[in-house]
């Protein structure tokens, strides 16, 4: 049978859905200030707003809930947890957090100190967030052939070594405080990043004594590409893929609500002791006690079958040949997409469908915002209403949530965009009303720009 139509999972609990008529949808999108974060999700047909914390878990995720200790400290789950991470990443000290950017907080307000940089292939947006509101400075290093939208090279998520390395020549090793490499790269278009790549950047990390951390929500997506792409790697299992990028590292964080399969939680983890102690400390001020941080012991326990569901080969084939399908049959349209596609979403770029919007008026919000009128379907903007000025590209993302909708639904996804695209001049462009500062967009109210 052609592997394009093996599904290694069947569908055992549904969530009804529904399209609201569409003089509702206007009303309810300028309600929410053409900001699709403040609408309701009893108001969308279709949400591909974030692949976090959005995906369903399997019988044994439920199962495993159904065991969850509660303690306070030193749970049963937790020690599941613990070994669970273990096995994955090698790292010996582990402190759970209830997501990502908790995580973010904790290691940065630990090993950051003001004023200095923290380089990346590419910041995710809370990530960046995070490290200002520490008084560093991020500056991101992307390979040139990323910013080249069609170019078919694989691993466009890569650090860009040669800059990185002028860079710390140029300031110095003492003015770096760390390396984060962002794995699959969220803010570009989900792109994977080589082992070689890995390999490189932590090179050059440990021979200047720059810790390297991995922000490694989506590492299990990634260890899938270098096992398809990377020569030497065919043979291995994801999970020894993932070992390796790890090795490579001093440490990770990692929002589960990825590739760790559930609706909540996170991690960090890393080699350093004394940095451990201070971490730890943190994290009973804002998160909770170290066998919990934030966490029901139950979530400790689900995540503990997800990251390795996460790394089952099945699973990965299916989940990125899915994104992979629907990039395919949106640039068999013409509709132009940010390619290769990478694991977790299938970029458009808003910029090329929109010719007549400028970058200032927004054009992946109107076309986000177009989508929601059209057939009720929520996506993300990733341009210049996220990024400001730093924008170089003006996507709308259209993330897939984990083994959560079928080819149906995608298929209304491509058939929306393609009679967006038959009346694209009809679009008009957003004028930003109200927010500001690096996570505006989570808040921001637009308006359209009328003729
Ligand atoms: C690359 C990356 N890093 C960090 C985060 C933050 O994780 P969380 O949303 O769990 O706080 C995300 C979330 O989307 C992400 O994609």
Redesign the pocket.
């Known amino acids: 049978m052609d592997s394009s139509w093996y599904k290694p999972f069947k569908i055992k609990v549904v969530e009804p859905i529904r399209l609201i008529p569409r003089a509702e949808r206007e009303r309810k999108l300028k309600e929410a200030g053409y900001n699709l974060f403040n609408l309701r999700s009893a108001d969308i047909y279709i949400d591909l707003l974030?692949?976090?914390?959005t995906g369903a878990m399997s019988q044994a995720q439920w199962a495993a809930i159904m065991e969850g200790d509660e303690a306070y400290a030193g749970s049963r789950s937790f020690a599941l947890f613990h070994e669970t991470v273990r096995e994955i990443t090698g790292f010996p000290y582990i402190l759970p957090t209830?997501?990502?950017?908790?995580?973010?907080h904790v290691l940065f307000s630990c090993a950051l100190e003001p004023g200095k940089y923290v380089l990346s292939n590419t910041?995710?947006?809370?990530?960046r967030a995070n490290v200002i509101a520490r008084g560093c400075r991020p500056v991101d290093f992307p390979i040139p052939e990323a910013l080249d939208p069609e170019s078919d090279r694989p691993f466009k998520g890569n650090m860009d070594v040669d800059a990185l390395r002028s860079f710390v020549a140029e300031k110095r090793a003492e003015a770096i405080a760390m390396i984060v490499l962002?794995?699959?790269?969220?803010?570009m278009a989900g792109q994977p990043v080589s082992l070689a790549n890995v390999r490189a950047v932590s090179e050059i990390a440990r021979a200047h004594g720059i810790p390297l951390f991995v922000?490694a929500?989506?590492h299990a997506e990634n260890s899938f590409f270098i096992r398809e792409w990377e020569s030497g790697y065919a043979e291995k299992s994801p999970l020894e893929i993932s070992r390796e990028v790890f090795s490579l590292a001093d440490g990770c964080?990692?929002?589960?609500?990825?590739d760790g399969l559930g609706n909540?939680?996170?991690f960090l983890a890393m080699r350093d002791e004394a940095l451990f102690v201070r971490c730890r400390e943190r994290l009973i001020l804002v998160e909770g006690f170290p066998t919990y941080g934030g966490l029901a012991g139950r979530d400790l326990a689900a995540l503990s079958v997800g990251l390795r569901e996460a790394l089952e080969i099945d699973y990965l084939r299916d989940r990125v040949g899915q994104v992979r399908w629907l990039a395919e049959r949106l640039r068999g349209e013409g509709i132009p997409i940010y390619w290769p596609p990478g694991g977790?979403a299938v970029y458009v770029d808003a910029g090329k469908l929109l010719p007549h919007v400028p970058p200032y008026q927004f054009p992946g919000q109107a076309l986000a915002c177009a989508l929601y009128l059209e057939a009720g379907i929520r996506a993300c903007e990733v341009g210049a209403a996220m990024l400001g000025e730093e924008a170089r590209f003006q996507f709308v993302r259209l993330a897939i949530p984990r083994r959560v909708y079928t080819r149906e639904h995608l298929e209304a996804v491509v058939t929306a965009l393609i009679r967006i695209a038959g009346k694209r001049e009809e679009i008009q462009g957003m004028r930003l009303v109200a927010g500001e500062g690096p996570l505006r967009h989570f808040l921001a109210r637009f308006e359209p720009i009328e003729d």
């Open positions: 974030t692949d976090s914390g209830h997501q990502g950017r908790a995580a973010e910041f995710f947006d809370t990530t962002t794995i699959t790269n969220n803010t922000d929500c989506r964080i990692m929002s589960a609500k990825k909540i939680g996170g977790h």
